[in-house]
Every structure is written in C-alpha cells, then in structure tokens.
C-alpha cells in the first residue's frame, strides 16, 4: 500500500467522521427527541420517539448511572450495530458513485460509530469499570453526555462530538453542583479545595430561597 493510499484512506476516514457526527447529531435531535410527521404516522419512528424522549431520558432524568443489568433489560441504550449500512443506504449508494474508497471507509466509520456507542453509553449509564472508562477521552465523552441529561435539548453528539459546536447546540459549562456529582461518578477530577468551594456555592443558592421567603414574611 503505498503512502498516497494510506493518506487518502485516512482522509476518507476523517471526512467520514465529520459527516457522521452531523448525522448522528440531526437523527437524535430531529428523531428521538421531537414529536414530527415520522413519529405520528410511523409506529416505528414513534417508538424510536417514545424509548428515547420519554423511557431513556425519565428513567436517567434523576440519575445519570444505575445497577448493571443484564443485556436487553436496559433503558434503550443500545443501537443495532448490524443495521447500521442499512439505515443510510441512498448515502452509500452515492458515496461509491463518488468513490468505492470512500463509501468503504464511510461504512467502516458507521460500524465503529455504532459499536462505539453501545460500549460508551452502556458504560455512561450502567458503569462497570471497563478499562476504557479510565481515558480522558472517555471522560470528555461522559462528561458531554452528562450535560445532555442535564439540558436535553444540548450536546446531542455522543460518540463524536463535532457537530454540536458547529451547530450551536453545546450545553453551558456546568455549574457547581453538577460539576461535584461528576466528580461523585468519576468522570472528573477536583482537589479538595475545588471540592469545598463547590460545595459552598451550591449551599449558599440552596440557602436564598428560604431567606427570601422569610424576608417575605417580614
């Protein structure tokens, strides 16, 4: 393979990335948290619809991590990796009009994207230490997604996180007391002093209400 090759298949590769992350940014915006003509009249992208918007995002709206479960009695984690070239066959179809090397990589892409989400969001909301889970990369994964069970309509990316930025539609940095329960999940890393600073920050604003409600009284 000569080094023409191996640099025009690392820039299939990329181009491949980018494009999926707009995708997978549009699907889960446009198609698991939106009511649309889809998911009123198709029971397929309704369920998608439900399972996600309603099952997935109540289930973790308090929590972001429970117990490991057995495989299929999650809470819609999971995407079907086999599907996955199926699901944007049209796109395929015109990627090897364009290149066959690029429609090659861009399915290679897809299959990693798909089986990268399964290991990543399992492991997000049902931790069982697998050895991925200590790479910064990773932690900057969760730590994205945790702000999207904090702002649904934020950070809808999970495994490529580039669209989001381009979009507009990246969360706010997060406050006090979210930063301390992702210190409490492991996925970021605070000093003490960091810690009763934080700490402080969220008892004074728990504090305000009820000194205004007293004032009120008065």
């Known amino acids: 393979m000569t080094i023409g090759v191996v640099a025009q298949t690392i820039g299939w590769l990329i181009v491949s990335g980018v494009m999926i992350s707009f ?10 948290h939106r009511r649309n003509f889809l998911s009123k009249y198709t029971k397929a992208y309704k369920r998608v619809f439900e399972s996600h918007a309603i099952v997935h995002h109540q289930h973790y709206s308090e929590t972001f991590v429970d117990e ?5 009695e999650d809470k819609e984690i999971r995407l079907t990796v086999i599907k996955a070239p199926i699901k944007v066959l049209p796109l395929v179809i015109g990627l090897a009009l364009v ?8 399915v290679g892409m897809l299959y990693f994207h798909h089986w990268a989400w399964n290991k990543i969001h399992l492991e997000m909301h049902k931790p ?11 932690k900057f994964l969760a730590q ?6 904090q702002y ?13 930025y381009v979009l507009g539609t990246a969360a706010p ?46």
């Open 99 to 106: 290149s066959w090397q690029w429609a090659l990589c861009f």
């Open 68 to 72: 490991p479960v057995p495989p299929g």
């Open 173 to 218: 940095k997060p406050n006090s007391a979210q930063m301390l329960e992702m210190f409490d999940l492991g996925l970021v890393a605070l000093t003490p002093a960091e810690v009763s600073v934080m700490q402080a920050d969220v008892a004074s604003k728990t504090k305000k209400p009820k000194v205004l409600a007293e004032a009120a009284l008065h």
């Open 152 to 164: 649904p309509n934020k950070n809808f990316n999970v495994v490529f996180p580039f669209a989001d």
């Open 23 to 32: 995708i997978e940014h549009q699907v889960h915006a446009q198609l698991m």
């Open 128 to 138: 069982e230490s697998r050895g991925f889970s200590r790479w910064p990369v990773y």
């Open 144 to 149: 994205h997604h945790f702000m999207h069970h």
